[in-house]
């Protein structure tokens, strides 16, 4: 049988994550005993009334199953309460069968039963308890619809239908969740409806017969309330980090300042020390600046931005940043980070108005390009003996890669590119492997 699954999957895709299928699994204990105690109250009220009429033997082997269920369920509670396993048949083969099929699309064994006891109750209720007081039997009616009204709302609001494992499923199950209410209100009317009801009491029967309506209420509202779970758990986390950055911030910035002012002093005698004492202060107004720009994970590429904003804003430079990346490795966006602090640091520094930032991966190499508006430089100057440029100019070097600038009227584009730090190691093992291949060993 062909069965479609890719309009399903797009169909309920949205509905379905983490964080939403976490928050109705930690409710589905509560919710389980809640809803067994509604089911416990509904079969020992048709019991109670089945015993009052004429055909109770009848009446009864109606109502066994919808019993046995519940006691079932009780006993299940217990355990899950107590956090123990049953030790005695049906006990443990009911949950083997839950165990088995928690978290998915597939109805277990007592899911199945307990469909069949609720209707099986509308069935006394409707068409065997007839000799009994049309008031009891309405009241038996809508005892035995709350039953099963209870069982469609725990199949349609499991957890199973919320978890993102779960995608790809057949699209007759979300057309099925879709009209819960009406499919259930149906088929609790075409068993209860057609019975003999006085006219005294059809009326009200109807009205019993169609508040399995609400069920589709039910299922609607759960995937309100989970659909604005995420966003409100990223905002949170959010103000939380911005909180942290904030007081790191205010702990670590005046003696961070004290330092690169005392490393200032000897940066002639010491100019690493002094780059380690700007590079930590730069570090600590990037973090201002992520909690400023919004959501980014500083392990993102797009939070590379934060240190071209940080040194563009320091001297009210206009400033445009483009990264076309994904993804980048630790080690390369650390080094695509010095890149852009040394490249932007001297375009701001030769008192550039407008930069233009670009990073891209292109035919293997990662590459950033700085375009500004700054006077030319002069001769000589940029990558000499001891500069930053210079040192940056050696790194790439050792990648592969290389620092190169192209000056038209008006504007210079400084390109900084080199392999991938992983991609670069594979290449240097495949060289000393090419090397040990062509070497003595191999000739002899």
């Given at each position: 049988?062909?069965?479609?699954?890719?309009?399903?999957?797009?169909?309920?895709?949205?509905?379905?994550?983490?964080?939403?299928?976490?928050?109705?699994?930690?409710?589905?204990?509560?919710?389980?005993?809640?809803?067994?105690?509604?089911?416990?109250?509904?079969?020992?009220?048709?019991?109670?009334?089945?015993?009052?009429?004429?055909?109770?033997?009848?009446?009864?082997?109606?109502?066994?199953?919808?019993?046995v269920c519940v006691v079932l369920q009780l006993v299940q509670a217990h355990h899950e309460r107590a956090e123990s396993l049953p030790r005695r048949w049906p006990a443990t083969a009911l949950h083997a069968d839950l165990s088995r099929k928690n978290g998915r699309h597939a109805i277990a064994v007592e899911t199945y039963a307990e469909i069949v006891g609720g209707l099986l109750l509308v069935v006394l209720a409707s068409w065997v308890a007839t000799d009994l007081p049309p008031l009891l039997r309405l009241v038996m009616l809508a005892a035995a619809v709350g039953h099963?009204?209870?069982?469609?709302?725990?199949?349609?609001?499991?957890?199973?239908?919320?978890?993102?494992?779960?995608?790809?499923?057949?699209?007759?199950?979300?057309?099925?969740?879709?009209?819960?209410?009406?499919?259930?209100?149906?088929?609790?009317?075409?068993?209860?409806?057609?019975?003999?009801?006085?006219?005294?009491?059809?009326?009200?029967?109807?009205?019993?017969?169609?508040?399995?309506?609400?069920?589709?209420?039910?299922?609607?509202?759960?995937?309100?309330?989970?659909?604005?779970?995420?966003?409100?758990?990223?905002?949170?986390?959010?103000?939380?980090?911005?909180?942290?950055?904030?007081?790191?911030?205010?702990?670590?910035?005046?003696?961070?300042?004290?330092?690169?002012?005392?490393?200032?002093?000897?940066?002639?005698?010491?100019?690493?020390?002094?780059?380690?004492?700007?590079?930590?202060?730069?570090?600590?107004?990037?973090?201002?600046?992520?909690?400023?720009?919004?959501?980014?994970?500083?392990?993102?590429?797009?939070?590379?931005?934060?240190?071209?904003?940080?040194?563009?804003?320091?001297?009210?430079?206009?400033?445009?940043?483009?990264?076309?990346?994904?993804?980048?490795?630790?080690?390369?966006r650390e080094l695509a980070r010095i890149v852009l602090s040394d490249l932007v640091g001297n375009a701001v520094n030769a008192g550039a108005g407008l930069i233009a930032v670009h990073l891209a991966q292109r035919q293997g190499l990662l590459v950033i390009e700085v375009e500004d508006d700054a006077p030319?430089?002069?001769?000589?100057?940029?990558?000499?003996?001891?500069?930053?440029?210079?040192?940056?100019?050696?790194?790439?070097?050792?990648?592969?890669?290389?620092?190169?600038?192209?000056?038209?009227?008006?504007?210079?584009?400084?390109?900084?590119?080199?392999?991938?730090?992983?991609?670069?190691?594979?290449?240097?093992?495949?060289?000393?492997?090419?090397?040990?291949?062509?070497?003595?060993?191999?000739?002899?």
């Amino acid at each position: 049988m062909l069965v479609s699954t890719g309009w399903g999957s797009q169909w309920g895709q949205g509905r379905r994550g983490r964080l939403a299928y976490l928050t109705m699994l930690r409710r589905s204990s509560t919710y389980n005993l809640r809803a067994t105690a509604v089911r416990c109250v509904a079969v020992a009220t048709v019991g109670a009334g089945a015993l009052h009429s004429d055909r109770w033997p009848s009446a009864l082997l109606l109502w066994l199953p919808a019993a046995v269920c519940v006691v079932l369920q009780l006993v299940q509670a217990h355990h899950e309460r107590a956090e123990s396993l049953p030790r005695r048949w049906p006990a443990t083969a009911l949950h083997a069968d839950l165990s088995r099929k928690n978290g998915r699309h597939a109805i277990a064994v007592e899911t199945y039963a307990e469909i069949v006891g609720g209707l099986l109750l509308v069935v006394l209720a409707s068409w065997v308890a007839t000799d009994l007081p049309p008031l009891l039997r309405l009241v038996m009616l809508a005892a035995a619809v709350g039953h099963f009204t209870s069982t469609a709302c725990a199949i349609f609001t499991d957890h199973a239908w919320f978890n993102p494992d779960e995608r790809g499923r057949p699209v007759w199950h979300e057309m099925l969740r879709w009209v819960s209410g009406p499919l259930t209100a149906g088929l609790v009317s075409v068993l209860a409806l057609p019975a003999d009801w006085p006219e005294s009491t059809w009326l009200a029967a109807v009205v019993v017969c169609l508040t399995p309506l609400l069920v589709s209420l039910r299922v609607r509202d759960a995937d309100l309330a989970l659909a604005h779970l995420a966003p409100l758990v990223a905002e949170e986390a959010h103000a939380g980090r911005e909180l942290v950055i904030s007081e790191t911030h205010g702990a670590l910035s005046t003696h961070l300042r004290l330092l690169e002012q005392e490393a200032r002093g000897v940066r002639s005698s010491a100019p690493t020390l002094y780059e380690l004492a700007v590079s930590a202060n730069a570090r600590l107004r990037e973090t201002m600046t992520l909690a400023r720009i919004g959501e980014v994970s500083s392990t993102t590429p797009a939070s590379l931005a934060a240190s071209v904003l940080t040194l563009a804003r320091a001297v009210g430079a206009e400033v445009n940043v483009d990264i076309d990346a994904d993804h980048l490795g630790r080690e390369d966006r650390e080094l695509a980070r010095i890149v852009l602090s040394d490249l932007v640091g001297n375009a701001v520094n030769a008192g550039a108005g407008l930069i233009a930032v670009h990073l891209a991966q292109r035919q293997g190499l990662l590459v950033i390009e700085v375009e500004d508006d700054a006077p030319p430089m002069p001769v000589g100057v940029w990558k000499s003996p001891g500069t930053s440029s210079a040192r940056l100019q050696t790194r790439l070097a050792g990648l592969q890669g290389s620092l190169t600038c192209e000056e038209e009227a008006g504007t210079k584009t400084v390109r900084a590119r080199w392999v991938p730090q992983g991609a670069a190691a594979e290449r240097r093992q495949g060289d000393d492997h090419d090397d040990d291949v062509g070497g003595p060993g191999a000739a002899g």
